[in-house]
């Protein structure tokens, strides 16, 4: 079955170290994105990458770094600079189309971040 | 910010229909509504979105009101797995001219036995 899989469901970061969170989709989906959700709230972008080897910082971008080098994949590294990392990461993946407005964003089941 | 507004809590009781309102005055022409549910500790899971025209899928329905200042979202014969987060969505576009998706709070549905 095509879908967006994310890993480790859960992870740890001690201070000072920085930590990627993996996303990989098989759904043939040009765009990814990165949110992070916190207790009780709304996802907020962080990144997002239209195109391969091609990304756009989100509203909270700070502390956080991407890379897209291959169209499936889309990790998502959480630096020591992001000094309050610890949420629910969220990676979504849609159809890049001219009519953006037909294709809705499918997501994968998580990351919880915690630091130790 | 988000720009929808929602209930921040329903109930429901399992086998009846639930009605979930939505208010997103300052939508444009050319904006669509999203539906997205989302479980505890899974991600979001998307429902159903439109433009103006009522939709129907599998799992529910969207109504829009001709002004398109508010739709709501049916779900027809409520099961205790629907109870959720739902969030009600208008696109968004980021600087670059991509979209983006703008989560409010949500309404938190409970479908009780």
């Known amino acids: 079955d095509g879908g967006i899989t994310q890993s480790p469901k859960y992870l740890f970061r001690k201070e000072g170290q920085n930590v990627t969170l993996s996303c990989e989709q098989n759904l043939n989906h040009d765009a990814m994105y990165w949110y992070r959700q916190d207790p009780g709230q709304g996802l907020r972008l962080i990144y997002y990458s239209q195109i391969v080897n091609d990304f756009q910082k989100g509203d909270i971008a700070e502390g956080y770094s991407v890379s897209r080098e291959k169209k499936e994949s889309f990790p998502l590294t959480v630096t020591s600079a992001q000094k309050n990392p610890t949420a629910f990461y969220l990676c979504a993946s849609s159809i890049d189309s001219p009519d953006r407005g037909h294709q809705p964003q499918h997501f994968g089941d998580g990351t919880r971040l915690s630091i130790l | 910010d988000a720009k929808t507004t929602q209930p921040p809590s329903m109930d429901c009781a399992e086998g009846r229909a639930a009605n979930l309102p939505c208010n997103h005055s300052t939508i444009s022409g050319n904006e669509y509504v999203y539906w997205y549910r989302q479980i505890h500790s899974q991600g979001p899971q998307y429902i159903i979105h439109?433009?103006?025209n009522n939709e129907t899928n599998e799992m529910a329905s969207l109504i829009i009101t001709e002004d398109r200042k508010s739709s709501t979202l049916i779900l027809p014969h409520a099961t205790l797995r629907d109870t959720a987060v739902y969030y009600c969505i208008v696109r968004a576009l980021t600087q670059g001219g991509s979209e983006k998706l703008v989560f409010g709070k949500g309404t938190k549905l409970t479908v009780n036995p």
């Open positions: 439109g433009l103006k």
